[in-house]
């Protein structure tokens, strides 16, 4: 807990957030479920709520279509990056 809320103060400033920690969640850029590193600070960063809850439902399908052989690993993996740099 103290790395990522070091980690996202430093990385709000850095992206000009000016809210309060409060209203961010260090998120991982590809979640663990998908292979993303747990600590790497480039594959994470401040994500605001209540968009850091919906990002958990749509990892949460992507991980089920990879189980469900619809995606593979690099292909959900992908569709997380851009869903992650385009609408969050």
């Given at each position: 807990m103290s790395y990522t809320n070091a980690?996202?103060?430093k990385q709000m400033r850095q992206y000009g957030e000016?809210?309060?920690m409060s209203d961010y969640q260090e998120d991982h850029l590809i979640s663990l479920e998908m292979g993303g590193s747990?600590?790497?600070p480039r594959n994470l960063w401040p994500?605001?709520?209540?968009?850091?809850?919906q990002?958990?439902?749509?990892?949460?399908?992507?991980?089920?279509?990879i189980c469900d052989g619809?995606?593979?690993l690099a292909q959900a993996q992908q569709r997380e990056d851009t869903i992650k740099h385009t609408q969050g």
């Open positions: 980690l996202k103060r000016m809210g309060s747990p600590t790497d994500e605001p709520y209540p968009r850091a809850s990002m958990d439902q749509i990892e949460n399908e992507l991980n089920s279509e619809q995606l593979t």
